[in-house]
C-alpha cells in the first residue's frame, strides 16, 4: 500500500492564481481531511469528509473549495491564492472518525504565494 | 474554548536520557488524547492515544504517556532518549461531539537530543 500520497510536493504561486492540490489513499478510508500547517500554531483542520460525496467545512476554510467524488481522492482548491495561503498542507485519512481511530498522514505539499 | 497548550516550543536532551514533553488540557467532557511526531519533511505519524482505561499509555517507538485528570496534562515521556527521536511533536485531541475526524492540534515541541 502506497498509504496517503500527495501532489506535488513543492509549488510556488503568484497572487491570483489558482491550483489543486492531490490527494489520495489506497486504504479505502472513509474520513479524508486537509489541515495546514504554521509555524508555533500546530495543524489547522481546513475541510473533511466523512464518505464520497459528504463534505464539510474545517476551522479555516476560506479561500479553499473541496469535493470528494470517490472514496480514494480528495483534492483541495484554491481558487485565487493569497499570500496568507503560504503554508504546509496535509492530507489525512482514517477508518473512522478522529476520536477512535489512527490518522495517516500524507507527505505535505509546500505552497508558497507570492 | 477547548484546547491543548505545550508550552515549551523546544526540549533539549542528552541522548540516554529521560525525555518528557509536556501537554497540558482544556477539554469539557472525557478528552481523546493523540500523540504525533513530525519528523523532518515528513508528514506526521501516530505515536498514542488516551480514550479511556490505563491512565498511562504507551505506544510506539518507546513512547509512553500519563493521563492525569487533576493536573489536566498528558505528559509524553521516554526513560531514554536516542538522538533519532530529535523530531517535531504534536498533542491532539478529539472532542467527544467533534464532527467528522476533526482532531485540534497544540503548537508542536521540538525535540532535540544530542550525542
Known amino acids: 500500500n502506497a498509504g496517503v500520497t500527495q501532489t506535488p510536493k513543492f509549488q510556488v504561486l503568484k497572487t491570483g492564481q489558482s491550483m489543486t492540490l492531490q490527494c489520495a489513499q489506497d486504504m479505502n478510508h472513509e474520513y479524508m481531511s486537509w489541515y495546514r500547517q504554521d509555524p508555533g500554531m500546530g495543524l489547522r483542520l481546513i475541510h473533511y469528509s466523512v464518505g464520497a460525496g459528504i463534505t464539510d467545512q474545517g476551522e479555516v476554510p476560506n479561500g479553499y473549495n473541496v469535493s470528494r467524488s470517490t472514496t480514494e481522492d480528495f483534492p483541495l482548491r484554491l481558487l485565487s491564492a493569497a499570500p496568507s495561503q503560504t503554508s504546509v498542507y496535509f492530507c489525512a485519512s482514517s477508518r473512522q472518525g478522529a476520536r477512535t481511530d489512527t490518522q495517516y498522514f500524507g507527505p505535505g505539499t509546500r505552497l508558497t504565494v507570492l | 474554548a477547548q484546547s491543548v497548550a505545550q508550552p515549551e516550543d523546544q526540549v533539549n536532551v542528552a541522548e540516554g536520557n529521560p525525555l518528557t514533553v509536556k501537554c497540558t488540557y482544556s477539554v469539557s467532557g472525557n478528552p481523546y488524547l493523540f500523540w504525533y511526531v513530525q519528523y523532518p519533511n515528513r508528514g506526521l505519524q501516530f505515536l498514542l492515544k488516551y480514550i479511556t482505561g490505563d491512565n498511562l499509555v504507551k505506544g510506539s517507538y518507546g513512547f509512553e504517556a500519563e493521563f492525569n485528570k487533576s493536573q489536566t496534562s498528558f505528559h509524553l515521556k521516554k526513560p531514554s532518549a536516542l538522538v533519532s527521536d530529535s523530531a517535531l511533536y504534536f498533542c491532539?485531541?478529539?472532542?467527544?461531539?467533534?464532527?467528522?475526524?476533526?482532531?485540534?492540534f497544540g503548537g508542536g515541541t521540538r525535540v532535540l537530543v544530542k550525542p
Open positions: 491532539a485531541f478529539a472532542a467527544v461531539k467533534a464532527a467528522g475526524n476533526k482532531l485540534t
